[in-house]
């Protein structure tokens, strides 16, 4: 370690320092981590870090900031270093959180009740009723045991003094519990040793309480309580968070398209049909839960949910209106309230704050401008918090004017220096800190989460602490005064319920997902082997290369994988056609738009993907990501697609759990080689002998089976072992045979575990026609007569496929009732 990492650390006098009393003095409960961590060599740190970034990155964890170009896959920030918090100061600052959340939750069930609040006087009703946040259509609702914030967070920020100041209140659903869940688990496998030594609390306890609180306060009616998490979707920013509890957890992950209300009641579409749900743990805004009562433009909301909860048939944690109290006008009001409502002072004291919509208030703001920091009042003006000292000339004069023209629209806080605490950057670096704490709702009271997500502001000097805006977290190690005993969320014991229940909430959307997951990666595989036998011929010198790719481009043509030449659309050479067939994300064909589709497919499922697999989808979206101009550039893509692809069906088939799920996922690439292997072999059976003969080296090449053909037969390919290899051979993978044998059984067993009847008229004539076509007919003079009978077959595969897909679609994901006409195959 370089020599005076802790004395040559930047120790600020004007505010508080997490971790240093005075200049090179470590306090007392990070004294025995500081130590620890001055022992290091630089090279330990140094790897210490690297395995913070590769833990990052294999476990997937990802923010979306929504200007950053990475989009859905930035990945989340975490310093190594946690942020410790002392024992004895821990259980004062849980002890004012647990009040401030009963608070809050009183504060909540008086104004969609009694409203004494407004009456009283206690708070000024333009400060409620003048802010979106506050839903009408929720008077009167009585949520189960009077509980309406199952889930608390609060963000906090410690003054030069050492006191921690409620900052803002988090009331909707607050985020961040579960990234400090997977900051635990990084950290604290980066420093085990002090963990362990320092007898940090563990966050488990927390979890399985709010696991079983859902569980004990939902509406049952005696039936095994069905708990699951709703999330807006994979473009939410915190979507990585939504997936990462509902595994842990153990609840299904759904979208509002998962869900539909029926006689007040909702239920999950599941692939076993519908199943009552009892709890809903939200991610989900206010506004857009009920599209019926609330926002009418909402497509992630659940028509009739409203009156499901108001029906007592339904928890939602936490209760829709509740982020009416996300209002930072309201926290000049609290002290008041809690000595009303619950007859106590309050213990965790708010930054101070004047609401512009009081006169008094809006003078005070105006004359201390300097002085405080200008935030809006409601949350659902999206403005940036503004330094009223930073403020110059016009831009000062132009803020005073907003404030007095909408003076209830704006709040005027204290500006607070934060403490700053060590991240590490090659070297000890001070930077502003501040901790969301959590609260989970019991039917005993609140608990308070034993640690936190420590939240760090980007850059040195920077007081606004916002992930938005590229901010670090950190680990937020509670330290205890004796050895802890570790816990799981594991049941320490299982029951004959939860057995036969374990695999039966599946969603539908899951389920569609993951057949067209299976659909995309085998098109794409498809698409990738096509494209390089075409390239191989394109850049070939052979004589009758141009010949063999006339054939070829007619079969990608009909595959979809080169789009259909357009009259008005200027010629291009052979070469710039497969390159566009390879990267044109504008033609829904190539090999570059179906992996964007199958990055898509696989984003609604990622919670029932292994992190290897994941690797894989995440490496097969870049590797057409760069410019690629030549042949020699597309080969080598081309290569890696199809191993990547090759990976992800190894990962299917060896690390999925054979359940309704993984078979779905099967029965998307089964269906789609059956579809892909008719058009293709069709292709050269339009063709007279000659042209023929020149097309079965590359069609061997593009249905992966000219190894298997060479190993068998050992001489140029012909046209009987051709065809019985890649139609007839039930045993080799790529044929059409194989394909149909294996959608007999997958049918078979799903129709017949999840209740619907099995599609016989689709496949099993079919099959029947495989097993009795005559090859011998090959070898006589009518040869050709048995190629058109062949044609015929092709066809009725392809037609097959496509009605299984649809069959597929209509009776496990949409839920319909109408049946599709069954088309026989003669």
């Not at 004494?116 to 045991?145: D, N, S």
């Not at 930072?328 to 965790?348: H, Q, S, T, V």
Request: aromatic share 8%; with cysteine; proline share 6%.
């Amino acid at each position: 370690m370089p020599a005076g990492l802790i004395e040559t650390y930047p120790f600020a006098a004007d505010r508080y320092d997490e971790m240093l009393a005075a200049a090179g003095q470590p306090r007392a409960h990070w004294r025995a981590f500081a130590e620890r961590l001055g022992g290091f060599p630089e090279e330990a740190l140094l790897q210490r870090a690297d395995f913070v970034r590769n833990a990052i990155e294999s476990d997937g964890v990802t923010y979306n900031v929504y200007t950053d170009p990475k989009g859905t896959k930035r990945p989340w920030e975490l310093d190594m270093l946690p942020l410790i918090v002392g024992a004895d100061e821990w259980a004062a600052l849980s002890d004012a959180v647990a009040q401030r959340a009963r608070l809050l939750n009183a504060i909540l069930a008086d104004l969609y009740g009694p409203r004494a609040l407004l009456a009283e006087g206690l708070l000024p009703p333009a400060l409620v009723f003048g802010q979106h946040g506050y839903k009408w259509p929720c008077q009167g609702v009585q949520p189960p045991a009077g509980i309406w914030l199952h889930s608390y967070g609060l963000d906090l920020a410690r003054a030069p003094d050492g006191k921690w100041w409620a900052i803002a209140d988090r009331t909707q659903g607050p985020s961040g519990a579960g990234y400090a869940l997977q900051n635990r688990i990084i950290v604290s496998r980066t420093f085990p040793d002090a963990f362990r030594e320092l007898h940090v609390q563990p966050l488990a306890a927390y979890f399985r309480a709010m696991q079983d609180s859902l569980a004990r306060l939902a509406p049952s009616d005696d039936e095994a309580p069905l708990s699951v998490l709703l999330t807006p979707g994979p473009y939410n920013e915190t979507y990585f968070e939504h997936a990462f509890l509902a595994r842990y957890l153990g609840f299904p992950l759904v979208e509002g398209q998962d869900l539909t209300v029926r006689d007040d009641t909702v239920y999950l579409k599941t692939l076993r049909g519908l199943r009552r749900v009892h709890a809903i743990l939200r991610r989900l805004d206010d506004d857009f839960c009920d599209p019926l009562e609330l926002r009418a433009d909402s497509a992630l909301g659940i028509p009739g949910l409203l009156g499901a909860i108001r029906a007592g048939r339904v928890l939602m944690a936490n209760q829709i209106g509740s982020g009416v109290l996300e209002s930072a006008a309201l926290l000049g009001f609290l002290p008041a309230i809690c000595e009303r409502l619950l007859g106590e002072a309050l213990k965790m004291p708010s930054v101070a704050t004047w609401w512009c919509g009081e006169e008094p208030a809006l003078e005070y703001v105006l004359e201390h401008l300097d002085e405080l920091v200008i935030k809006p009042a409601f949350s659902s003006m999206h403005m940036e918090a503004v330094f009223g000292h930073e403020l110059k000339g016009e831009a000062r004069r132009r803020m005073i004017e907003r404030i007095v023209a909408q003076p209830h629209a704006y709040v005027g806080q204290e500006w607070v220096r934060l403490s700053q605490a060590p991240v590490w950057n090659r070297r000890l670096m001070p930077r502003s800190v501040g901790m969301r704490v959590f609260a989970a709702a019991t039917p005993d009271g609140y608990t308070v989460m034993p640690g936190a997500l420590g939240r760090v502001a980007p850059r040195a000097g920077m007081e606004v602490i916002s992930m938005q805006r590229g901010g670090l977290s950190k680990d937020t190690w509670i330290r205890a005064d004796a050895p802890v005993v570790r816990t799981s969320l594991l049941k320490r014991r299982l029951g004959v319920i939860d057995l036969v229940c374990g695999g039966a909430d599946i969603p539908s959307r899951v389920g569609e997902n993951l057949f067209w997951m299976g659909r995309y990666a085998e098109r794409c595989e498809a698409g990738a082997r096509l494209l390089r036998a075409a390239l191989v011929r394109v850049s070939s010198s052979e004589p009758d290369s141009e010949l063999k790719l006339s054939g070829l481009f007619s079969a990608a043509r009909r595959a979809g994988v080169l789009p259909t030449p357009d009259e008005d659309s200027q010629p291009t050479t052979a070469e710039e056609a497969l390159l566009g067939a390879l990267t044109d994300l504008d033609h829904p064909g190539s090999v570059a738009a179906n992996l964007r589709a199958l990055a898509f497919s696989a984003g609604h499922v990622k919670e029932r993907l292994s992190s290897d697999n994941w690797h894989a989808l995440n490496r097969l979206e870049q590797l057409l990501s760069h410019p690629i101009a030549s042949v020699d550039q597309a080969l080598p893509a081309i290569d890696q697609v199809m191993l990547s692809c090759i990976s992800m069906a190894g990962f299917a088939m060896d690390d999925m759990t054979r359940d309704e799920g993984w078979r779905f996922l099967i029965l998307g690439r089964r269906i789609e080689r059956l579809a892909g292997l008719a058009t293709l072999l069709s292709e050269p059976l339009e063709h007279g002998v000659q042209e023929r003969e020149r097309m079965y080296e590359w069609l061997l090449e593009a249905a992966n089976s000219i190894v298997t053909y060479r190993a068998r037969y050992r001489r140029v390919p012909e046209l009987l072992p051709l065809v019985h290899l890649l139609v007839f051979d039930n045993t080799n993978p790529h044929s059409i045979g194989f394909q149909v044998d294996a959608l007999q059984r997958y049918l078979s067993r799903t129709a017949r575990e999840l209740g619907h009847p099995y599609p016989s008229l689709l496949i099993d004539p079919l099959a029947r026609r495989l097993a009795d076509f005559d090859l011998t007919r090959f070898e006589a003079d009518d040869c050709e007569l048995a190629v058109g009978t062949l044609r015929t077959l092709l066809g009725e595969a392809e037609e097959a496929a496509n009605d299984l897909s649809e069959e597929v679609h209509r009776r496990f994901f949409i839920h319909t009732v109408r049946p599709m006409h069954l088309r026989r195959v003669a």
